[in-house]
């Protein structure tokens, strides 16, 4: 039970990644429970923020 919760957060986190990098909009999250919104936000932050760096 908790190996699923976890790899459905970390790829919560990953997806926020990817849209991050691509330079999507972080109203753009697809999700609505606090957790998975969070990781999301957590994976959108993490690629703004390199992207500000390379860029």
């Known amino acids: 039970m908790k190996r699923q919760k976890r790899d459905r957060l970390e790829r919560a986190h990953s997806r926020g990644y990817q849209a991050g990098i691509t330079g999507r909009s972080k109203e753009n999250c697809p999700y609505q429970t606090i957790d998975t919104?969070?990781?999301?936000?957590?994976?959108?932050?993490?690629?703004?923020?390199?992207?500000?760096v390379f860029a």
Not at 38 to 51: D, F, T, V
């Open 37 to 52: 919104r969070s990781h999301w936000l957590g994976g959108w932050r993490m690629a703004m923020a390199e992207r500000s």
